[in-house]
C-alpha cells in the first residue's frame, strides 16, 4: 500500500514563509504527477500547485509568483515553498500523488494524504 505523509504546516504571520513537504511510501514503482491542494471552510477543495515526474508545473492563479514546487523523484517527495503568505492561504493543505504505479499492483491508482493545517494570521 502506499502512503503519504505531510508535513510543515502552522501558523505564521501574513508575508511570512512556510515550507511544506510529503513523503510517499511503499511498493512505488512510478508516480507520474504530484501535487498540493487545499481547501478552506465552506469551500471546495482546489488545486494549488502540481508537478509531473518530467518537471512541468501548474499554479493556481491566486499562488502564481508566491508558491514554488518542487520534486525528489528519487525520494518520492514533493514540497511546496510558500512566500509571502496571506490570510486567505489558511486552508487545510493536502498531497495528491496521482497515477502511482507500484510493484505489486501495476494498476495506476491516485492517493492522498491526510492533510496538514495552514493558518496565516493577519
Known amino acids: 500500500q502506499v502512503r503519504l505523509v505531510e508535513s510543515g504546516g502552522g501558523l505564521v504571520q501574513a508575508g511570512g514563509s512556510l515550507r511544506l513537504s510529503c513523503a510517499a511510501s511503499?511498493?512505488?514503482?512510478?508516480?507520474?504527477?504530484m501535487g498540493w491542494y487545499r481547501q478552506a471552510p465552506g469551500k471546495q477543495r482546489e488545486l494549488v500547485a502540481a508537478i509531473t515526474s518530467g518537471g512541468s508545473t501548474n499554479y493556481a492563479d491566486s499562488v502564481k509568483g508566491r508558491f514554488t514546487i518542487s520534486r525528489d523523484n528519487a525520494k518520492n517527495t514533493v514540497y511546496l515553498q510558500m512566500n509571502s503568505l496571506k490570510p486567505e492561504d489558511t486552508a487545510v493543505y493536502s498531497c495528491?500523488?496521482?497515477?502511482?504505479?507500484?510493484?505489486?499492483?501495476?494498476?495506476?491508482?491516485?492517493?492522498w494524504g491526510p492533510g496538514t493545517q495552514v493558518t496565516v494570521s493577519s
Open positions: 495528491n500523488a496521482r497515477e502511482v504505479v507500484t510493484t505489486t499492483l501495476r494498476k495506476p491508482l491516485d492517493y
Open positions: 511503499g511498493s512505488i514503482f512510478s508516480i507520474n504527477a
